[in-house]
């Protein structure tokens, strides 16, 4: 048997997943999913551009217009501090992002690590990691990321740092659940058989074929990190002031409800809006990857 064809018969079948532009094509389809696109892709632009769209500093004052209606000068009002708010929602839109992806990228990049080698690899070291996972995660969420942040101090570094202790353990879970279903399929009995590495075995035929969930994931998790940031943010826990963020807004916001009862519904709005395009992204996300999803709208 030549090696081409020993090669070939090693190599993954992706039966789980769809090429780049199938799966592109998927979430156009996807209603709810092409419009949590489209308002991600307005936040980042949003967050990018944000000294060229707000039409104020966050941090200028305007004195004589404290806690003022919308005008047309201030088209969302100004703050307790006469700062417009619709500036600082702009400038908020930067914290959120950051933190919700930051945090949900390295918590990604953590439980995959953990959970590729603890479902490959099996034996104590599954037990191990699973029982430090299991041990995370009887905490509940919210309450641990506000507890840790509290004792790490305020601050946008330590938010993240207080979202990605926890927040990897999910991540762990489901690629542990995936790799312990693809390491028995043939290619990768094939693979052992043809002398390739645990290594190799793990990154070149397991790994692929076990990524679509965290894929999915990620993209909810971004929209929950961002919840939980502006939850602490109300609390005083996120970014510290001049520095602007949805959650603090609202907590300005509710502060002066009475006076300003409008103050409250823009960041609040802009946290939903931000949670839900992430959420739909990653419903469409789940309907394109999943072939079972994929049949039943192929026979409808």
Request: aromatic share 10%; proline share 5%; glycine share 10%.
């Amino acid at each position: 048997m030549s090696q081409q064809t020993l090669t070939s018969d090693i190599e993954p079948r992706r039966t789980s997943q769809v090429g780049f532009k199938p799966l592109f094509r998927a979430i156009l389809r996807h209603k709810l999913s092409l419009f949590g696109l489209a308002v991600i892709a307005g936040l980042v632009f949003m967050a990018i551009f944000a000294p060229v769209i707000a039409p104020y500093s966050p941090t200028k004052q305007d004195l004589y217009r404290v806690l003022a209606a919308p005008s047309k000068v201030h088209w969302l009002g100004t703050d307790n501090v006469g700062r417009d708010l619709l500036s600082r929602i702009i400038f908020g839109s930067r914290v959120s992002l950051l933190v919700g992806v930051v945090a949900a990228l390295f918590s990604a990049l953590i439980g995959t690590c953990l959970g590729l080698i603890a479902g490959f690899r099996g034996g104590w070291v599954d037990n191990v990691v699973m029982r430090v996972t299991d041990t995370f995660m009887v905490f509940p969420g919210l309450v641990f990321v506000l507890a840790l942040s509290a004792a790490l101090g305020p601050g946008v570094k330590n938010i993240i740092i207080s979202l990605v202790v926890l927040g990897w353990t999910g991540f762990a879970r489901i690629i542990r659940g995936q790799v312990l279903v693809v390491r028995e399929l043939p290619y990768v009995e094939s693979a052992r058989a043809a002398g390739a590495s645990n290594l190799r075995i793990m990154l070149r035929h397991v790994l692929p074929n076990s990524v679509a969930p965290i894929i999915v994931a990620f993209s909810i998790s971004v929209g929950a990190f961002i919840m939980v940031e502006s939850g602490a943010a109300f609390l005083g826990l996120g970014a510290q002031p001049p520095t602007s963020s949805w959650g603090r807004e609202l907590r300005v916001g509710y502060a002066y409800i009475d006076r300003n009862p409008l103050f409250c519904v823009w960041p609040g709005l802009m946290i939903s809006l931000s949670v839900l395009a992430f959420n739909f992204v990653g419903d469409g996300l789940r309907d394109a990857m999943d072939p079972r999803l994929r049949g039943e709208r192929q026979t409808r």
